[in-house]
């Protein structure tokens, strides 16, 4: 299981601070929550505040763009440190396009879908995108309810990924907390994001080492 904390419930007045003490906790992924108030109907940060970031973390930036159109910023985000790109397919007029653009680009590229987004949109990228990441609930803000459904979402996920031998990563992203973590990776999840049940439970090195106990993992870096 990677665990991928959302910073959309990190303390935005200290972020460096914030990605440190994840690093420090032995987290390697980092997930940033694009928002331009229009795709959804919240604004967060764009690619300056990840470049200023970039300097001083070793961290994979897993760059969540909830934006509309969003060819417009692909080059930015990657000159800004995303070492993955997921673009929404409800805001992309060419996803095959736009996916391929990111690997040019040198970034991992990923599709998410909302979630009453159907999954057969995938079904001729699937080959390209390195994840897919399902909403498990409705964008635009943390601390929201899993949505039962999207459980099963996943597990028809992962056999379409199975049947073309893809070996794109599924994601899960919303609602996530340690008491779904199991069914969640039973269900298919390679890799879970959390916002509001990772960041209000300092220290981040416990709060990690319960959501792998919830895996059934065992944290083996020192
Ligand atoms: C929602 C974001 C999520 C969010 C998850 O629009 O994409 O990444 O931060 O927050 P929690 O874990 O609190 O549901
Ligand atoms: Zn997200």
Same mark, same amino acid.
């Given at each position: 299981m990677i665990l991928s904390p959302s910073l959309l419930s990190s303390d935005f007045s200290n972020l460096a601070r914030e990605l440190r003490d994840l690093e420090d906790a032995g987290l390697s992924w980092v997930h940033w929550d694009v @928002?331009? %108030? !229009? &795709? /959804?109907p919240n604004i967060t940060f764009g690619p300056p505040i990840i470049a200023g970031c970039r300097k001083n973390s070793g961290l994979f930036f897993d760059v969540h763009l909830m934006i509309e159109a969003p060819d417009r910023y692909l080059e930015d985000f990657v000159h800004a440190g995303a070492d993955l790109l997921c673009v929404h397919a409800e805001a992309c007029r060419h996803l095959e396009r736009t996916l391929s653009e990111i690997s040019r680009l040198g970034a991992k590229p990923a599709v998410a879908l909302n979630p009453?987004? #159907?999954?057969? /949109?995938l079904e001729y990228v699937l080959p390209q995108v390195e994840m897919v990441l399902i @909403? !498990? /609930?409705? #964008? %635009? &803000? %943390?601390g929201q309810t899993f949505i039962p459904f999207s459980l099963e979402k996943i597990r028809r996920l992962k056999s379409m990924i199975n049947q073309c031998n893809s070996r794109a990563l599924i994601q899960v992203d919303g609602g996530v907390t340690p008491d779904n973590t199991r069914d969640l990776l039973e269900w298919g999840a390679d890799v879970l994001v959390s916002g509001s049940a990772f960041f209000a439970h300092p220290p981040y090195r416990q709060r990690l080492e319960t959501f792998m106990q919830a895996a059934g993992e065992q944290l083996k870096i020192p």
């Open positions: @928002m331009d %108030g !229009s &795709f /959804v009453h987004t #159907p999954l057969q /949109v @909403m !498990s /609930v409705n #964008p %635009g &803000f %943390g």
